[in-house]
């Protein structure tokens, strides 16, 4: 991760540690099934003050205000998700099909404090400004039913830098320094190719619970 950060003022409130078990922010992400990509922005963080979204500069119907072109903090998967492990289920099962990811893929958390437009379909619109926090994926589940799937899985922190944000300190290794559980349900986006449906990818919202201990030795 890029050593360069934001200045921390002395005597800024310091966002606290986020008990374990609670959330410790929220996000919204879109993933691509063609390229792998995964990208999206930080709705919110547990303990941090304001808003984390920009005024719009000109607000419209096509412009809101909590949206990914005016979040301050976003994500992206900068180091890919290794080949997932298909776990069939027997016919007839009333099981879902389920996918076993391993571990090793790895997440940037970045701050932008002049946030502008990005675009779904362009990655490195949401990898513009600070890098703040790195995190590494463990096994991930997935249990997938008509398109849709239910994803869990645990991460470790493995680098973080402070930065200042609206008169606090944010610093993910204070904030979260064994990582954070993550959950979502995905709804799948479909191509139509030579008359033939097939899924393009998944949207979704994704909550971060704070971890207790140590996932993993580091």
Known sequence: MSAFTVPVLAGEKVVKRVPAGAVA???????????????????????????????????????PLYSKDTAYFTVRITAP?????????ETGSELSASLLEPAGAQA????????????????????????????????LLSTR??????????????????????????????????????????????VVVDDVVIPAGASFGATAFAIGGDLRDK
């Open 145 to 190: 039913s008509a398109g849709a799937s239910f994803n869990v899985f645990s991460t470790r922190l493995i680098d973080s830098s402070p930065i200042s944000f609206n008169g606090q300190t944010i610093d993910f290794k204070r904030l979260v320094p064994n990582g954070v559980t993550i959950t979502n349900y995905t709804s799948p986006r479909f």
């Open 25 to 63: 922010f929220h996000f919204v992400a879109d993933l691509s099934y063609a390229t792998g990509e995964l990208v999206g922005y930080i709705a919110f963080i547990e303990g941090v003050d304001g808003p984390l979204f920009a005024e719009p500069i000109n607000p419209s119907p096509e412009t």
């Open 108 to 139: 940037t958390i970045y701050f932008n404090a002049n946030p502008s437009s990005r675009d779904w379909g362009d990655p490195t619109t949401f990898a513009q400004g600070v890098p703040i926090a790195v995190i590494e994926e463990s096994a």
């Open 81 to 89: 998700t290794p080949w997932p492990i298909p776990l069939p289920v």
